[in-house]
């Protein structure tokens, strides 16, 4: 069964550096997402890709967050000025065409900011 | 923004049937109710959806009652292997949106 692939499984970085975080989505699927979860915490909804760009975010995606679409395959997720509040772990989604069908999760990259 | 209230744990004897309520008052007409679940800090896992009918598939079953204001998920089985926390979420069919998770229920599976 095709599945989300997300790189780095664990990413340790120096607070204030920038870090890329990857995803392969499912490949027939349209739809992107980014969500995190803080330790002990909900899953939070970071933002949406549909079509090359952005279609929703939240509050949390502010100017230190962007996604990009770089190629066929990948769905990447830059966050730039890292703080520690940063560290969690982050989901990717994807969701096809059929706009009732579920989104599907990759297992996640852990970051933790030092 | 949650509009799904679940308990917050309960427990199930392994090999049981395990029902997990959820509350969806104010669901809108063409809103879904999805369920997936959470082993530890694993990504969110997809279990199973539907708008009015109950639906089933080989991980569980989703019963809808008539006025769609609550739901059941039903694993037939459980295992050790589904203890989880379990999310029941409502969404409207467009896939822009956003999956809203709460604080689910944590389903323990006892031996």
């Known amino acids: 069964e095709p599945e989300v692939t997300q790189t780095p499984s664990h990413q340790v970085t120096q607070m204030g550096q920038e870090v890329i975080l990857r995803c392969v989505p499912i490949s027939n699927h349209l739809y992107f997402y980014w969500y995190r979860q803080i330790l002990g915490q909900k899953v939070e909804f970071l933002v949406s890709f549909y079509n090359n760009e952005i279609s929703e975010k939240s509050e949390i995606f502010d100017d230190q967050f962007s996604v990009e679409r770089p190629d066929g395959s990948n769905f990447t997720l830059k966050i730039r000025s890292t703080k520690l509040e940063d560290s969690a772990m982050y989901f990717c989604?994807?969701?096809?065409?059929?706009?009732?069908?579920?989104?599907?999760f990759g297992d996640g990259t852990r970051l933790s900011i030092l | 923004d949650a509009k799904t209230t679940q308990p917050t744990s309960m427990d199930c004897a392994e090999g049981r049937a395990a029902n997990l309520p959820c509350n969806h008052s104010t669901i809108s007409g063409n809103e879904y109710v999805y369920w997936y679940r959470q082993i530890h800090s694993q990504g969110p896992q997809y279990i199973i959806h539907g708008l009015k009918n109950n639906e089933t598939n080989e991980m569980a079953s989703l019963i809808i009652t008539e006025d769609r204001k609550s739901s059941t998920l039903i694993l037939p089985h459980a295992t050790l292997r589904d203890t989880a926390v379990y999310y029941c979420?409502?969404?409207?069919?467009?896939?822009?949106?956003?999956?809203?998770f709460g604080s689910g229920t944590k389903l323990n599976v006892k031996p």
């Open positions: 979420i409502v969404r409207p069919p467009d896939g822009f949106n956003k999956f809203y």
């Open positions: 989604a994807s969701g096809d065409r059929s706009t009732n069908q579920p989104q599907h």
